[in-house]
């Protein structure tokens, strides 16, 4: 579809991290001659109560799935499908990240991040309604996946907006990057996924700052934690340190002349989580106010705190 659906997960993202974020997957300290071991810990205060009865356990899955579904929907009827619906069923060829394309690829990575997020969310929900880790994990990934399937099916009977395939793909993508860091504490603590957003000049020329549909200002960003490494977190500085490789098109949309231009970023970037664990953080660990921090920071990159070498295509 033409657009960026990220919107409702952000808000989602935002809401639910307050209150539904797991305590850090990883170890904060090991001693050097120990192992460290990655191992997920139990949501402090949202953890599946034992004594919930099978009827309680379904009764909330019934409302995740079913809410998440139904506020999607209502969110498309209301702001995306609202001038009419067709009795045709159309498709669209969008292209991946081409030159030529709407914007370069950047609303394809908005796509996957999008169910990448849903789904880490979505898993810390289902555990709350009384299912294990394991379970917790495929439903997320599965009623994720299964709204933004609901959504591409709307575009594709909606007059405005088309099926695409494209959009399916990356959906399916950001859901299974989702899943197999849900089901690998160890390869949770190395990586993360992370939006960075910078105002681009076209929209702070006409006023209209939105990480969401601001294409040219967004980069995605795919960090490998030193944290998370055990050989590297032993070492001082180099645990608050990340390689980070990115993608970002520039004049795509929103567009007022300026060159169409797509970018491949790498470099270093800070573990601004683990800084502020051994520093604002060291004598409250496990708290809420952490716990929102780095969930926060699991998905976004605060502008300057990365510095990348830029490889224009």
């Given at each position: 579809?033409?657009?960026?659906?990220?919107?409702?997960?952000?808000?989602?993202?935002?809401?639910?991290?307050?209150?539904?974020?797991?305590?850090?997957?990883?170890?904060?300290?090991?001693?050097?001659?120990?192992?460290?071991?990655?191992?997920?810990?139990?949501?402090?205060?949202?953890?599946?109560?034992?004594?919930?009865?099978?009827?309680?356990?379904?009764?909330?899955?019934?409302?995740?799935?079913?809410?998440?579904?139904?506020?999607?929907?209502?969110?498309?009827?209301?702001?995306?499908?609202?001038?009419?619906?067709?009795?045709?069923?159309?498709?669209?060829?969008?292209?991946?990240?081409?030159?030529?394309?709407?914007?370069?690829?950047?609303?394809?990575?908005?796509?996957?991040?999008?169910?990448?997020v849903g789904t880490r969310i979505l898993a810390r929900a289902f555990e709350w309604a009384g299912h294990d880790s394991q379970s917790a994990a495929w439903l997320a990934a599965a009623t994720a996946w299964g709204s933004m399937l609901a959504v591409e099916i709307g575009d594709g009977f909606s007059s405005r907006y088309r099926f695409s395939k494209e959009d399916l793909v990356m959906n399916t993508l950001g859901t299974g990057l989702g899943l197999l860091l849900e089901k690998n504490p160890e390869l949770d603590a190395m990586l993360d996924f992370r939006l960075m957003y910078r105002p681009s000049s076209d929209a702070r020329r006409v006023n209209q700052i939105d990480p969401i549909d601001d294409h040219s200002g967004q980069t995605y960003l795919l960090a490998i934690k030193a944290s998370g490494i055990p050989s590297l977190r032993r070492i001082e500085p180099l645990r608050y340190f990340e390689l980070a490789l990115g993608y970002g098109t520039r004049g795509y949309e929103p567009n007022l002349g300026e060159e169409r231009s797509r970018h491949v970023y790498y470099g270093i970037s800070l573990n601004v989580a683990e800084l502020l664990g051994m520093t604002a953080f060291k004598n409250s660990p496990g708290s809420r106010t952490q716990r929102v921090s780095n969930g926060m920071l699991e998905v976004l990159q605060i502008p300057g705190t990365v510095a990348l070498a830029d490889h224009k295509l």
């Open positions: 579809m033409l657009r960026n659906q990220t919107s409702f997960q952000i808000l989602f993202v935002v809401l639910i991290s307050l209150c539904c974020q797991p305590a850090a997957r990883a170890e904060t300290a090991s001693a050097p001659e120990n192992p460290i071991v990655f191992q997920p810990t139990p949501l402090p205060a949202l953890d599946s109560d034992p004594t919930l009865t099978e009827a309680q356990k379904q009764f909330r899955t019934r409302i995740m799935i079913g809410g998440a579904a139904t506020a999607l929907l209502w969110y498309g009827s209301t702001h995306w499908w609202s001038d009419s619906m067709s009795s045709d069923f159309r498709t669209v060829d969008e292209g991946w990240f081409g030159q030529d394309t709407y914007t370069g690829g950047a609303d394809k990575l908005g796509h996957m991040y999008s169910t990448y």
